[in-house]
């Protein structure tokens, strides 16, 4: 490796000896400096001027130590990716030479331009001006790279109005309404001492590794992230014998590295698996607050890619890489913590945490039911509408999966709970006579696009390849929002404990539709939820209106998540993306069709009309009816594939002259999406057809099989 900042061996003097974290911080910061710096980071306090100042100086002195030549603002703009840019820390002199420097106001601000990065209308170009702001709540880190050492400072990102026009800024804020919210219940159970509460992420991530050369030799993985065209393999994942199965060495050696590159960027990667595909596998770090979660999951992103790379690998991240084999998603394991370290949504043993998690638990229930639309919404991409709803689970309809025991719970609460009552400290509410609760105490569903596991919920429709900002903006506001109201009623209350219990009652009457044990992916469930009146919403296109439905603009505005006209921009965005995926991979499939298949198939008849012309002029009457028929099978394929790609270009060129956004995407969904799927099912058989030796790209056998 061109640059080794850490050259240690040993595991725990590896982890974080990239990162500008407390213990760098305790030991290198005056002692004044560094209490004003923790209460920043800890209670929201504003942050001075020279308190940045000496921080600055020394995060220089520590990243220069290092190797650091350059500092970046890094910032993750609305295109799922993080940026960057560097600044070298010199600055001249009078003498013509340089010093190394980095002032205050250079770690807190930046000004990157902003119009040309996605912002949905929310700027003119000729308004360029953006400014990026130091997050302090996430370490600064070191990314080491061929070209040198850079010291990297998370940043929120927004416009010179101050809209935001990352996936940090609402984040940030969603964690505060949550935090604001969820004390004010923690406090009507009597708890003086938090003073936050954190909600808190753990992304398992989905991944596939293909070989590179291969990777290469494919234009649509190139330019899209999936094949457009592909006949399936004569095996699949129908053994089931990659799932958890022994790790080969090559992908092994990557694991290694990634884990070690990971760790010192202090990213807690603790698992790997190889999961249910040929050729997947499965990341997954310890959880952290979703702000760190958050900028850690973009790292092992980007981490992920750079390795893989490294190894003559390619790490494919789309959500649906491979058609008639399982696509990759991301598991968004999400709970509240408070600042002293009690998880909110772990039952406890005593029936006193009993009744505030029942609390807590119902209002994620009533969040998730009540804002469905939201949740689905926050999981949509491109990618993504190949699994959600689609041919793959999990489906496009939100429940809640529980297990036996909670729902049994729930069931007690709803015909009235445990009728007596015992006033006193311990017992504070008739549910107390409910056991304690053991954690694991059903199976795991693996159907459930929101699953209770123990102490947590997990959000299992995640896309693979997008940032979990969207998803746990989404659902710290809508628990907030319920916390909110929850709050409102129980403050009011004369009888807590009774009030506790009726409201209790009533979630659980009011919002049990949405609770499911049973199998997600079965066509009964989709029937099921639809007389439950649960949303079923299949692409992107449909949901991402939710996003600026009157509900959705008063939830986000009360909360101050979203501005309404940040909303408006999100839409606007989303939209545009999805159109824009679709067109890529339309262009590229046309060019494959008429650039590489066609010719290829042309080739081929070509060969087999050369061969019925010889065998018949050897004259000696032999059958070349094998040759005839084949030519004829493949010729007719031919007319339909040239028919198709036609077709194609012609839907192409109508989406892309639609001005309204909205309408734009429709049409790349309902005409571009739909006739790709025609062309790709002529190119599919006819490269079942064609000899293999003149077949112009790797195929899923090839790529699948051969890592
Ligand atoms: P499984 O999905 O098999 O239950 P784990 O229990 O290891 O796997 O958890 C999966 C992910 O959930 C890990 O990233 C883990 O750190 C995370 N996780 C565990 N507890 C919490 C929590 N309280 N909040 C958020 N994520 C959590
Ligand atoms: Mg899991």
């Not at 969040?367 to 639309?373: I, L, N, S, Y």
């Not at 198939?601 to 002029?617: E, R």
């Not at 429709?666 to 490269?687: I, N, P, T």
Request: include cysteine.
């Amino acid at each position: 490796m061109a640059n080794e900042v850490c050259s240690k061996q040993n595991v725990a003097e590896v982890f974080g000896c990239n990162v500008f974290n407390d213990a760098v911080m305790r030991e290198r910061l005056p002692k004044a400096t560094y209490k004003a710096l923790k209460k920043t980071i800890d209670e929201g306090l504003p942050l001075g001027a020279t308190v940045a100042e000496v921080v600055a100086n020394a995060m220089k002195d520590w990243a220069i130590e290092k190797g650091a030549t350059h500092y970046t603002h890094w910032f993750q703009p609305m295109t799922g990716v993080t940026a960057e840019k560097h600044d070298a820390f010199i600055s001249p002199t009078a003498d013509g030479k340089v010093i190394m420097e980095f002032s205050g106001k250079e770690l807190i601000k930046g000004e990157p331009d902003a119009s040309s990065f996605p912002n949905g209308g929310l700027r003119a170009t000729f308004e360029a001006r953006g400014y990026t702001a130091w997050d302090c709540t996430s370490p600064a880190f070191l990314k080491e790279g061929q070209s040198g050492v850079t010291l990297c400072i998370p940043t929120a990102f927004c416009s010179y109005t101050g809209e935001a026009l990352d996936k940090k800024t609402p984040l940030l804020r969603s964690m505060e309404a949550l935090s604001k919210q969820a004390l004010r219940v923690l406090k009507l159970f009597g708890n003086t001492t938090t003073k936050k509460v954190i909600p808190t992420v753990g992304p398992e991530q989905e991944y596939f590794l293909i070989d590179k050369k291969l990777y290469h030799m494919r234009k649509d993985l190139r330019y899209t992230g999936r094949t457009l065209f592909g006949a399936p393999a004569p095996k699949g994942q129908e053994m089931d014998d990659h799932y958890f199965g022994s790790i080969r060495e090559r992908v092994l050696a990557f694991m290694k590295e990634l884990n070690t590159e990971l760790w010192k960027l202090g990213v807690s990667a603790k698992t790997q698996h190889n999961e249910v595909a040929p050729a997947q596998h499965e990341i997954a770090p310890i959880f952290n607050d979703t702000n760190i979660g958050t900028d850690h999951n973009q790292l092992v992103m980007e981490t992920m890619k750079k390795v893989a790379n490294r190894h003559g690998l390619a790490c494919l991240l789309h959500e649906k890489p491979f058609a008639g084999i399982n696509g990759s998603g991301k598991h968004n394991n999400w709970s509240m913590s408070t600042d002293d370290g009690q998880n909110l949504l772990d039952p406890g043993k005593t029936p006193h945490d009993n009744a505030q998690f029942l609390v807590f638990l119902c209002a994620v229930i009533k969040a998730v039911d009540e804002h469905a639309e939201l949740l689905r919404l926050s999981a949509a991409n491109a990618g993504n509408d190949h699994r959600l709803g689609a041919n793959e689970a999990p489906p496009a309809i939100i429940s809640v999966f529980l297990g036996e025991q909670l729902t049994d719970i729930l069931q007690q609460l709803e015909n009235g709970g445990p009728e007596s009552s015992k006033t006193g400290e311990e017992l504070r509410i008739g549910v107390s006579t409910l056991p304690a609760l053991p954690k694991d105490t059903t199976d795991r569903n693996r159907t459930s696009p929101f699953a209770f596991t123990g102490n947590k919920f997990e959000f299992r429709m995640v896309p693979s390849s997008a940032s979990v900002s969207g998803p746990n903006i989404v659902l710290n506001t809508i628990v907030a929002e319920v916390l909110s109201e929850l709050a409102e009623r129980l403050e009011k209350a004369v009888d807590f404990d009774k009030e506790v219990q009726a409201l209790l009652k009533d979630i659980v009457i009011n919002h049990k539709r949405v609770i499911f044990n049973g199998n997600g992916y079965s066509d009964e469930w989709v029937k099921e939820a639809e007389q439950r009146g649960l949303p079923n919403i299949a692409s992107t296109v449909e949901a991402v209106s939710k996003l600026i439905s009157e509900k959705s603009i008063a939830l986000f505005k009360k909360h101050n998540v979203f501005t309404e006209i940040e909303l408006h921009s999100r839409c606007e965005i989303k939209l545009e993306n999805y159109s824009k995926a679709i067109n890529i991979e339309a262009l590229t499939m046309l060019e494959m069709a008429k650039r590489q298949i066609l010719p290829a198939a042309l080739k081929f008849c070509d060969q087999l009309a050369s061969s019925v012309n010889q065998v018949k002029a050897t004259g000696t009457g032999a059958d070349t009816g094998v040759q005839e028929e084949l030519l004829k099978e493949v010729s007719a394929t031919m007319v339909s594939f040239q028919k198709n790609t036609k077709l194609l270009e012609e839907a192409v060129k109508a989406a892309s002259a639609i001005e309204d956004v909205h309408e734009c995407a429709y049409a790349y969904q309902s005409k571009v999406f739909a006739q790709m799927g025609l062309l790709r099912a002529d190119g599919d058989k006819l490269e079942t057809l064609v000899d293999e030796s003149l077949w112009p790209m790797p195929t899923y056998g090839d790529l699948l099989f051969d890592v």
